[in-house]
Nanobody, 120 residues
């Protein structure tokens, strides 16, 4: 199973950026998908997650109202639309795919990470 994130980039404060995460080698629709981020010197934090069907989402308080997570199961791709970006959003962003099967085994896959830098 491979997760490939789109390129991040450099954006000015107040700007927007959309990240994508494409999965290959497995059935995308079975996974709970999550975006994490890690800023220099800080712990990795959950940014947003979305259920396998896309019917349920969850956001960190710091991004609520600014970021939107979505998925297109037909395209095996998850997205993170980031609006009103702030310098404190600067981090390496990672996507992950998680599944717990009927036997209780857990599967957790990660992308390589993509840098997002927001200038003030």
């Amino acid at each position: 199973v491979q997760l490939v994130e789109s390129m991040g980039g450099l954006v000015q404060a107040g700007g927007s950026l959309r990240l994508s995460c494409a999965i290959s080698g497995s059935t995308f629709g079975i996974y709970v998908m999550t975006w994490f981020r890690q800023a220099p010197g800080k712990q990795r934090e959950l940014v947003a997650s979305i259920s396998s069907s896309g019917g349920s989402t969850n956001y960190a308080d710091s991004v609520k109202g600014r970021f939107t997570i979505s998925r297109d199961n037909a395209k095996n791709t998850m997205y993170l639309q980031m609006n009103s970006l702030k310098p404190e959003d600067t981090a390496v962003y990672y996507c992950s795919a998680f599944e717990k099967d009927d036997r209780g085994f857990e599967y957790d896959y990660w992308g390589q990470g993509t840098q997002v830098t927001v200038s003030s």
